[in-house]
């Protein structure tokens, strides 16, 4: 197998790095979205949780090469299990971000909670995950 690399010209998505590492490693992919074993999600989860505290620890403590290190672990791990559960994470964050930017209100403001997260509008239109996973085969009856 070929290594994925990036030309000068078009940036590779995470998918197809996370994609490369785990058929080089003869880990799970799929290709259109399933649940997985309660015993490999529940392997995914603690993969997760363990890069999101270690983000946290360094998030405070640094240094900043550290916190991105970490931050690059979290995104990885989290495109294998999306990986995993035969998910294209890049059209579920597509998703997310179209309904994330109708938060902003057509008057361009923008309402904030006091510590500054920003807050859903009366314009906000909430993201249509299922109708993603649907466009990549996913069949909602289907366990």
Do not use: C
């Amino acid at each position: 197998m070929r290594p994925v690399v990036p030309s000068s010209s078009a940036a590779v998505s995470p998918a197809d790095l996370v994609r490369e590492f785990h058929l080089a490693f003869g880990l799970d992919t799929r290709s259109t979205p399933a649940e997985v074993s309660p015993k490999l999600a529940a392997h995914r989860g603690e993969l997760l949780a363990e890069e999101a505290a270690e983000v946290a620890e360094v998030a405070v403590t640094g240094p900043l090469d550290r916190l991105a290190h970490e931050l690059a672990d979290v995104v990885y791990v989290a495109y294998g299990t999306a990986l995993v559960h035969g998910i294209d994470l890049d059209a579920v964050i597509a998703e997310i971000h179209r309904a994330n930017m109708t938060k902003l209100g057509p008057d361009g403001l923008v309402a904030r909670r006091a510590d500054g997260k920003v807050l859903k509008g009366d314009h906000y239109r909430a993201p249509d995950v299922g109708a993603v996973l649907r466009r990549q085969g996913w069949n909602a009856g289907e366990r």
